[in-house]
């Protein structure tokens, strides 16, 4: 039995069994870490002795024969925006360089009371800005299907770390695509949340109204399971909801906390002759490779002759969506960043003294500290959501942005009036090469141009394998309505199985 | 196209500080996008609403009363400040 292939409910039912304890699965994975790792660069820092704490205390619970929740004892990563209590936290960025997290972020303290073992943090482009992953300040992370081309981004290491089995499943964060792309160029399940399912207490703020942390797994049933345990409301995060679908499983028992048992709301079971599924024709456009564009075709072909009704329908704002993200999420990104002064937090690397004399003033300071510690598609996104923002165009753009945006949410709306779910691709090429779009930023940004409309329209979306053009993963995209990420699942499930 | 100056002045407005060389180079860059954003300019916006939040926001209340205090020491997040003194942030002047 190869240990690292193992999903998560593969390793609860061993664990109980005791075919091998946590610890030996943690080292295993540690192991495999050590060895694979240099060819594709998957992590920033390895959290070996959390790890090893982690699983000897769910062994413990084993010895005495208690209960262990679903996620207890599985290994995982996270990506390096996520907060994780005394552990090193970049978001990719030099600015951030020796950022010692001092608090866990919801999902993290969400999972670590469902007994995880947290084997490490991930690559990503610097403050998740990126589809590939080269934007990270400290080495780009290789696609573990070809290594010369990238994993997508920006939750490229989360993805890589999935799809080369140095973890069971990572936490990734969406604002743009940045977990489904990765997902699709990886060949993995990722899934982006319906805006607010998910707490974002401790996640590193990109862009406020769109980002969601997600989970990105082998199996759709292993996304599942990891949704379950992170979603919920949290009076850190006001902007988060409570979905009406209970958790199933319980968290880790305490002594003093007496067991409530949820049961999960019963709905009419799911029947896929009762599916009606939406086919955006603004999805298959002019710059699609055709061999994707025949994987997603076969695919919903696929739904079709299992009895689902396919519906051509209409998202006639789809052109608008990516200009419009490049208003919206420049803008709130250029206000959150505004935050890293270099005086709270933020190392200066090289303070040397001659460093230190030029600088007269605070003013100085600020302009060399932002200006050194930033990389190039951070400093350009700052750059262009100041310009949006600055007096006297405010209105030219990002009032007018956020009016379409109403109109790209009002498409879906009226969509989901006559579909269940809609099922694009979700990127229009698998994964290209090492350096192939990075000096061409507006190339680059056309990666998302189909799953940056999601994030505005604040739905959930999963990106599932598909099939492959060569040896390249390519995936669909399955998104729902709000809050049915259960709907989602259901129908993911089915072309897994067949 | 926007000019040399104008982004100066907005790296001035981002506090980012940026060579001659950068500030081209981003002149060329922006151009290119502010130019792929105009794209919005086509459509009709007359009687829509702006939005902000995919989902509707509600203010969020508590009670008006001393909460529990931060678990976070206070000594831990000095410790992240590149330079502190007596328990204080320490700055360089403003003038």
New interface residues.
Partial sequence: MELTNLTITQIHQALIKKEFSALELCQTYLEKIEKDDKKINAFLTITKDLAILQAKRIDEMLQINREIPLLAGIPMAVKDIILVAEVKCTAGSKILEN??A??DARVIKKLKGQGVVILGKTNLDEFAMGSSTENSAFFPTKNPHDTNRVPGGSSGGSAAAVAANLCAFALGSDTGGSIRQPASFCGIVGLKP???AVSRYGLIAFAS?LDQIGPMTKTVEDAKIVFEAIKGKD?SD??S?ESEIRNSKNELPTEAKVKKKTTTKSSSPFEIRNLRIGVPKEYFIEGIDPEVEKIIKEAIKKYEGMGAKILEISLP?T??AL??Y??IAPSEA?ANL?RY????????KN?SASWRTK??????????A???G?GQEV??R???G???L?AGYYEA?Y?????????I?DDFNKAFQKVDVIFTPVSPTPAFKLGEKIDD??KMYLSDIFTAPIN????PAISIPAGRVGNLPVGFQIIGK?FEEEKIFEVAKIYERN | M?TKE??KH??K??????SDKEIGE?QK??S???N????????D?SN????????A?EN?MREDAEKEKL??KKE??L?????SKNGY?K?????
């Avoid at chain 1, 600088?359 to 060399?368: A, P, Q, R, S, V």
């Fill in positions: 950022y010692i001092p608090y319906t805006y607010g109204s009076e006001s902007t909801v704002h052109e608008y200009p419009c490049y208003i250029s505004a002064d270099a005086i709270r937090y933020g190392e200066i303070k600088i007269k003033n605070l003013f100085d300071y600020y302009l060399k932002r200006g050194e930033f400093r350009r700052i750059m262009l100041t310009y949006v600055s753009y009032l007018r942005a956020q009016k379409v945006r109403t109109l949410r930023p507006l505005l329209a604040g739905l709000p | 926007i104008e982004v907005i790296a407005l981002a506090r980012l500080g940026l981003f860059e922006l290119k996008i502010l792929y954003i105009e794209k919005l300019k086509e459509v916006i829509i609403k702006p939005t902000s939040h995919s989902i926001l969020v678990k976070t831990k997040l410790e992240l400040a590149p330079e942030l700055v360089k002047s403003i003038l």
